[in-house]
């Protein structure tokens, strides 16, 4: 055949960096802090609804296409307890296969071939494949070290008029930087002047140490143009369960949900009524899990610094980007995959996040949300570097 099988759209796409990763990891027995999931199990009255939902058949067959309607009540209800915010749970929540299907289906939904989407870089990797799956054109507004905040004058210049929408991620990953109050009204303000949609992935929302989160949703004006994204899997540190959700104004929610059902359908019964019952757990069980991966943060943090990275503390999220050019490294592809070999550990090459090379080319990020004493060990083992 002379024309190449994969579709040119994804040609650039190849096996995702965690997936690489997290393979290396498993084949040379090193600490895994690269891919973000835990490596203990969420709560245990939460693991035994699931438990219970399956031997009472609840989700075992096909689920409602937009999630159970005790899901979508509780995601309501959860964006009126922590946000302030009113959503019919019939028309304006949808259920989807973790966070990542949620973008995938806003971006088919919502773009036409050669519109325009500008987004943060370094940016989470599905966020370019799902542009690109959409025909879209993604365009990055970088976020530079040390502290990552957004240039508002350059998201004003980028703005064109095949500009269809902005992708936001706050709390960022992998930078960990958290958007202010007067960023996002910055933001909001020129969505409305531009008439832009904006698509926020909120997915680190209770995991703000420094600062706030204020959902863009909020603001004047954001209501009826804004798609509103987050999950389950890093609140309650169920990873593989993919739950995620959508709430948006009525007719922003069908558009996604028309490109939805054709992706999954329908995905995680009897894990829907689980997580239900997890966005119900007492306002304890939050600042209990904030506090644990704070106080993660230090551990790591210091760590890190000990061993002579260049540490950029995050202000949310539960990851660490470093730089380790002070190591005498100039490239964080080639430093991630030889890590393993040196000292035992896995990372992340942020470089890989951005399409202005040179601005991350020495960046590598750590995941915090492993036991205590796995950090330690992680840390003692980057100190031979």
Not at 239 to 268: D, H
Not at 340 to 359: H, M, T
Request: aromatic share 8%; glycine share 8%.
């Amino acid at each position: 055949m002379t024309r190449p099988l994969l579709n040119r759209r994804l040609a650039e796409f190849g096996t995702t960096i965690f997936a690489e990763m997290s393979a290396l990891a498993a084949r040379t027995g090193s600490i895994n802090l690269g891919q973000g999931f835990p490596d203990t199990d969420g709560p245990e009255e939460i693991r035994e609804a699931a438990v219970r939902a399956l031997r009472d058949g609840r989700g075992n067959q096909y689920p409602p296409g937009p999630g159970v309607p005790e899901l979508r009540t509780a995601v309501a209800e959860h964006q009126r307890r922590f946000h302030g915010l009113s959503f019919d749970p019939d028309t304006e929540v949808l259920v989807t296969a973790g966070a990542t299907e949620a973008i995938a289906a806003t971006l088919l939904a919502l773009l036409e071939p050669g519109d325009e989407v500008i987004a943060f870089e370094p940016y989470y990797d599905s966020y370019a494949a799902c542009v690109a799956m959409a025909g879209g054109r993604r365009v990055p507004l970088t976020l530079r070290a040390p502290d990552f905040r957004p240039d508002l004058d350059a998201l004003r210049d980028a703005v064109t008029d095949r500009t269809r929408l902005l992708l936001l991620n706050s709390p960022h990953n992998p930078t960990g930087m958290v958007l202010t109050r007067e960023e996002l009204t910055a933001i909001a303000e020129l969505a409305v002047e531009r008439d832009l949609l904006v698509v926020t992935d909120e997915v680190y929302e209770h995991l703000v140490f420094d600062g706030e989160h204020v959902p863009l949703i909020s603001l004047p004006g954001m209501r009826e143009r804004t798609v509103s994204i987050s999950s389950a899997g890093k609140t309650f540190s169920f990873t593989g369960w993919k739950v995620g959700w959508v709430t948006a104004a009525a007719p922003l929610l069908a558009a996604v949900r028309s490109a939805k059902q054709f992706l999954t359908y329908v995905s995680s019964g009897p894990f829907q009524y689980a997580v239900a019952e997890a966005l119900a757990l007492p306002d304890a069980y939050f600042t209990a899990f904030r506090a644990d991966l704070a106080a993660k943060r230090e551990i790591l943090s210091a760590g890190l610094t000990e061993a002579g990275f260049e540490v950029y503390r995050p202000q949310g999220t539960y990851f660490i980007t470093t730089d380790v050019a002070v190591l005498g490294e100039k490239d964080a592809l080639a430093f991630c995959r030889s890590l393993p070999e040196r000292c035992g550990v896995v990372a992340v090459p942020n470089s890989v996040f951005y399409d202005a090379e040179d601005a991350g080319r020495t960046q590598v990020r750590f995941a915090f949300c492993k036991r205590e004493e796995v950090l330690r060990e992680a840390a003692s083992r980057l100190r031979r570097l």
